[in-house]
């Protein structure tokens, strides 16, 4: 009998574009903005999510492709994709997806709103006392900030600073010189609010009437050019390139080269036009010529520019019938007092945000004031601007602990706060390092050094130094712990916090670390040994044993993962994977990917954890990571993955993942076409978050 022929797959058979896939995400944040069974104010913050994700994407990924396409680079992704053609296929979902976006604000969020009494007031719809306190705010608030620019030889299209509100404004009528200028730029400054409340005694049906500054501009723009009519008044905003380019090679202080590229951040190259839907094509093109775009980068929009602003609404709006339930996060009995002997007694376990941040804090400022602690080490990623995290940190350095801190400087958004604390943190006498040179320090790790007693073999007492760790799948921030699952590990273990120790001399002293015990990194060992993982549930499915891996993360677009995975779906191996954004591989293939499903949970809280799961012929491996499986994570940056050698936590976080593959609510099912279909009605009960909060509560700890 002849064996089958072997199947012939390319390039786009096996890989979903990555940047289509992310777009595929914000589609799925978007489609909560519509679901019902969500509070209605949490639903307008969903639409403001997608907004401000797709601002992100056009100013890091489509920049990215953008300079790639006008260099002429032919280099194609793993999907065999040009540069040029993922600019075209995002310009034709990122445009749907917008129109969806504006649809959605205005045909189902805006007349919800106005059902509860919160109005966004057009100006047909001011009463003479609204408008004449309007026109008022107006001349008093708003006039003496604005500058507006007349357009003429001497005074030529303003540089526009990135994602700021302006106004394109045509006029007629002479100047004060005489002459007839036609057009006139009005940027509106950051500093002035994009909604106003109107006061209680102006409030029309309830007390929660608002008014677009955009609304007012355009009503009294007329007061800004004296003795001519401002015959139009069209809002525009511009996105640009907003990732920083720092050569590390050649420069002699990264933290004061930094400081240089974040000082023109917001005056990079142009890549997306928003501009009113009312705006006349003639106006429009003129923009877009000035910002040396094309019309495949200009979306007209029906509402304000940046839907982004609405997020200011829920907190202005006192209507906690319309908002989710506060939640309340529990502290551990177990790490309610010394915390040195609870987690020396055994591995504790924090899973946020059910499990509440502050034993994080609270470890560190033991840490920071027991005469027994010797040193403490910590990588700081993003942490907030004021954080408790640094707090405890400079407490520590100046109360003679040795404090060496590895601090991200390229955390994207956050360059600036990272300088900021790292010069505190230097000021009191902490060692700062900005990690390594071409890596991103990614890995969420905490180390202390403390001298303890144990009683000698010859019956006296003798001093030793012990290690306790912190090792975690996201950052050292307090407010996103939250809003953020993600899992936090303390542990005593000696040869895994050995390992810990190993990799901040690496960071600190350059020098090569021998072989780690326990932990995998990047970019050394995570890649093969997550490999060499999966080789080994391939070898059980050959050998007819069962086989399975279950894997949690953001993003999976790394191509021979991806391989790796059709390869040990082909032998049998069942593979279940749960994956919130970006995904690049085709699942349920004939011959390619059968065995493999992938879902994406989207909800309340950001799904932000690691957690990979392999059954090993019933002997399970589990790991926890700072890590996602893309190019970037395995191979430009210094990230962990940790073992989970507890038994009992180990149930614990594999129940967790059972509860996601069981969810009922909130998932979506991606289709080998890279669409995502919801897998049941929105509200139906016994989802995710339910499951999980019920698995917490009857989870002793």
């Known amino acids: 009998m002849e064996a089958p022929a072997k199947l012939e797959f390319q390039a786009t058979d096996l890989f979903i574009n990555r940047e289509l896939s992310l777009l595929e995400f914000n589609q799925r944040v978007l489609e909560q903005a519509k679901d019902e069974s969500q509070p209605l104010l949490e639903r307008l913050k969903f639409l403001c999510i997608s907004s401000s994700n797709l601002d992100e994407f056009f100013e890091i990924r489509v920049a990215g492709l953008m300079q790639m396409a006008e260099a002429g680079a032919a280099q194609r992704g793993p999907d065999a994709i040009s540069p040029q053609e993922s600019l075209a296929a995002i310009s034709t979902r990122a445009h749907s997806l917008v129109e969806e976006q504006y649809r959605v604000f205005n045909e189902v969020l805006v007349p919800a709103l106005e059902r509860e009494k919160i109005r966004f007031l057009r100006r047909s719809e001011w009463t003479p006392e609204q408008e004449s306190w309007l026109r008022h705010y107006f001349s008093t608030e708003l006039l003496p900030v604005l500058s507006p620019i007349g357009l003429d030889p001497a005074h030529p299209f303003p540089r526009i600073l990135n994602k700021s509100l302006n106004f394109i404004v045509t006029l007629s009528g002479k100047d ?35 008014v677009f500054l955009s609304s007012v501009i355009h009503a009294y723009v007329d007061d800004a050019f004296p003795g001519m009519d401002a015959t139009g008044c069209y809002q525009f905003r511009v996105t640009r390139n907003s990732d920083l380019f720092v050569d590390e090679e050649e420069a002699k202080d990264l933290a004061e080269a930094l400081e240089d590229e974040l000082s023109q951040r917001q005056w990079g190259d ?106 403490i080490k910590q990588t700081l990623y993003r942490t907030g601007a004021k954080s408790p995290v640094v707090e405890a940190l400079m407490e520590a350095a100046r109360n003679g602990k040795e404090v060496t801190v590895v601090v991200e400087l390229r955390a994207r958004f956050d360059e600036a706060d990272n300088l900021d604390l790292a010069q505190k943190l230097e000021e009191v006498g902490a060692h700062i390092v900005y990690g390594v040179v071409g890596y991103k320090t990614h890995a969420k790790m905490c180390l202390v050094v403390r001298r303890e007693e144990s009683a000698a073999a010859t019956g006296g007492a003798t001093s030793a130094l012990r290690y306790y760790a912190h090792l975690g799948t996201g950052n050292y921030h307090p407010r996103t712990a939250r809003q953020y699952t993600d899992y936090g590990l303390f542990t005593a273990d000696q040869m895994l916090c050995r ?9 600190t002293s350059l020098g090569r670390v021998s072989r780690l015990n326990n932990l995998l990194q990047s970019p050394f060992t995570l890649f093969t040994e997550m490999q060499e993982r999966i080789d080994r549930e391939i070898a059980h499915a050959k050998a007819g044993k069962p086989a399975r891996l279950i894997a949690k993360m953001n993003s999976l677009v790394e191509a021979e993962m991806i391989k790796k995975l059709y390869e040990a779906s082909q032998a049998g191996v069942q593979i ?12 349920g293939v004939p011959g ?41 994570n395995l191979y430009k940056r210094v990230e962990i993955a940790f073992p989970i050698k507890d038994a009992r936590l180990r149930k614990r976080i594999i129940d967790h993942l059972e509860a996601y593959l069981a969810d009922t609510a909130q998932s979506w099912s991606l289709q080998s076409d890279g669409r995502y279909i919801r897998t049941a009605q929105p509200g139906e009960p016994m989802g995710k978050a339910v499951q999980l909060q019920f698995l917490e509560d009857n989870n002793p700890v």
Request: hydrophobic content about 45%; some cysteine.
């Open 499 to 507: 390992d810990v120790h190993a990799v901040f001399l690496q960071l």
């Open 592 to 632: 390619l990917s059968d065995n493999i499903t992938v879902r994406s949970i989207v909800g309340r809280f950001l799904e932000h954890h690691r957690a990979f799961y392999f059954h090993n012929d019933g002997d399970a491996e589990l790991y926890l990571s700072s890590a996602d499986w893309m190019e970037r």
């Open 176 to 210: 004060a010189f005489g002459r007839n200028i036609g057009f006139a730029v009005v940027q509106a400054p950051r500093a002035l609010p994009r909604l106003i409340q109107l006061p209680r005694d102006l409030q029309g049906s309830g007390p929660y009437d608002f």
């Open 576 to 587: 279940q994977l749960i994956i919130r954004a970006m995904c690049s591989v085709r699942p």
């Open 270 to 375: 142009t890549v997306r036009l928003e501009v009113a839907d009312n705006c006349p094509e003639s106006l429009w093109n003129y923009l877009m010529q000035e910002m040396q775009l094309t019309p495949a980068d200009v979306y007209q929009v029906n509402g304000p520019v940046n839907l982004m602003r609405l997020m200011a609404i829920p907190d202005l709006v006192d209507r906690p019938d319309l908002k989710y339930v506060p939640f309340v996060p529990r502290v551990p009995k177990a790490l309610g007092g010394d915390m040195f002997a609870a987690i020396r007694e055994q591995d504790q376990l924090l899973h946020h945000p059910y499990d509440s941040f502050v034993p994080v804090l609270e470890f560190l400022r033991q840490a920071a004031r027991d005469p027994k602690v010797l040193a």
